[in-house]
T-cell receptor
Framework: SQTIHQWPATLVQPVGSPLSLECTVE??????LYWYRQAAGRGLQLLFY??????ISSEVPQNLSASRPQDRQFILSSKKLLLSDSGFYLC?????????FGSGTRLTVV | AQTVTQSQPEMSVQEAETVTLSCTYD???????LFWYKQPPSRQMILVIR????KQQNATENRFSVNFQKAAKSFSLKISDSQLGDAAMYFC?????????????WGLGTSLAVNP
């Protein structure tokens, strides 16, 4: 069965510091991968999606970037965090008819 | 463009009662998937139920069932015998059947409270 791993679960980072959140998928090949951000109390905002290695599409302009160095690895990064980058970040994969999510990372920028 | 609308930001239900959460969507596609996800306070996203648009039969998973009205583009979720553990945010989502990126289109969610 397919599983998705996302880490870390929580992160507190100072403004201006770099960021790297990692997501890996097991049990499937060539998945479509997604990074979402969820502001407190509300819906999901799609940040990036990837249909293959090295293929990244950005949904909204922002301080973040994404990379897919391997088929089942998806990384969300920033060179310099802003206060507005705080939020809950979810990685997801979509294969066939199922969308499965990682457990999320709560990022607080201080 | 495809959109998903959840018109009820908050709902509540008494324990053991039945509640229905509404979802409507807009698409010009004929084949697609519809989903209901549950997000409890832990914020883990949990797939509750899935419906393929080409299937006329409504999907059912234990106490959860949907009323899928394709012509009306409506996809409501019914929770029977509500339990305290059902309290969560519920998100409705749409995904086209074909296409390369398979992006999920999300509603804004409905917060469900279950009263003992």
């Amino acid at each position: 069965s397919q599983t998705i791993h996302q880490w870390p679960a929580t992160l507190v980072q100072p403004v201006g510091s770099p960021l790297s959140l990692e997501c890996t998928v097991e049990g499937t090949s060539n998945p479509n991968l997604y990074w979402y951000r969820q502001a407190a109390g509300r819906g999901l905002q799609l940040l990036f999606y990837s249909v293959g290695i090295g293929q990244i599409s950005s949904e909204v302009p922002q301080n973040l970037s994404a990379s897919r160095p391997q088929d089942r690895q998806f990384i969300l990064s920033s060179k310099k965090l802003l206060l507005s980058d705080s939020g809950f970040y979810l990685c997801a994969w979509s294969g066939a008819a199922v969308g499965t999510f990682g457990s999320g990372t709560r990022l607080t920028v201080v | 463009a495809q959109t998903v609308t959840q018109s009820q930001p908050e709902m509540s239900v008494q324990e053991a009662e039945t509640v229905t959460l509404s979802c409507t969507y807009d698409t010009s596609e004929s084949d697609y998937y519809l989903f209901w996800y549950k997000q409890p306070p832990s914020r883990q996203m949990i797939l509750v139920i899935r419906q393929e648009a080409y299937k006329q039969q409504n999907a059912t998973e234990n106490r959860f069932s949907v009323n899928f009205q394709k012509a009306a583009k409506s996809f409501s979720l019914k929770i029977s015998d509500s339990q305290l553990g059902d309290a969560a945010m519920y998100f409705c989502a749409y995904r086209p059947y074909a296409g390369n990126n398979r992006k999920l289109i999300w509603g804004l969610g409905t917060s469900l409270a279950v009263n003992p």
